[in-house]
């Protein structure tokens, strides 16, 4: 099998899983339904992954680092803590309206994550690192006067908190509210 064959092949399994997991849920839908729609072989889906677990923490990991990456690619074109900030809830609108068919995976990542360590384990460390990000930008803002004197952890873990919020809220009834400046006004009020 040629590198971009295998390559193509990958992403078919990996685009495959989201919609069969956020069509049925991680438990309902099996490995045979995900090489169907992917219309690759069994032996195709464990060449690339070991299990389907393997396969629904890489759906998570890719999807956590592409946040993380646009968070600290924004935090470091930034003039200040506060455009930093302000930029990363522009970003955000971006990021759910480009993310809206992998929003109910996000649900199926919480409750795998009740249920499995590993799950958990992998699921958490994302948002830990959000909150040091934050915390780390907090602290900045301080030491440049933008931002008045906080706990920068306990602050930090508001704004994750709030985001996840938003977008939670967002998923159950997009049309509701202009999310966006829900989150520029709950950034504001923080």
């Given amino acids: 099998m040629s590198q971009v064959r295998a390559e193509e092949t990958r992403k078919k399994i990996i685009h ?23 219309g690759v072989t069994k032996g195709a889906f464990y060449h690339h992954f070991a299990s389907k677990q393997a396969l629904f923490l890489e759906l998570l990991n890719e999807w956590m680092a592409e946040l993380g990456g646009i968070l600290n690619a924004t935090q470091f074109n930034a003039e200040n803590v506060w455009d930093a900030l302000r930029q990363m809830v522009e970003k955000t609108r971006l990021v759910l ?29 994302p948002f830990r690192q959000f909150i040091q990000l934050f915390s780390g930008l907090i602290r900045k803002g301080i030491e440049e006067g ?35 400046h829900n989150m520029r006004a709950g950034l504001m009020i923080l």
């Fill in 97 to 125: 309206s480009e993310s809206q068919d992998r929003l109910p995976m996000f649900l199926e990542f919480w409750n795998q994550a009740l249920r499995d360590q590993n799950v958990w384990t992998v699921t958490v460390a």
């Fill in 16 to 38: 495959s899983a989201m919609i069969c997991f956020s069509r049925s849920g991680y438990d309902a839908a099996s490995v045979a339904d995900i090489c169907d729609l992917a």
């Fill in 146 to 180: 933008s931002i008045r004197p906080v706990d920068p952890d306990i602050i930090s873990s508001a704004i994750v908190s709030m985001s996840l919020g938003f977008v939670l809220q967002s998923m159950m009834d997009p049309h509701l509210q202009d999310w966006e």
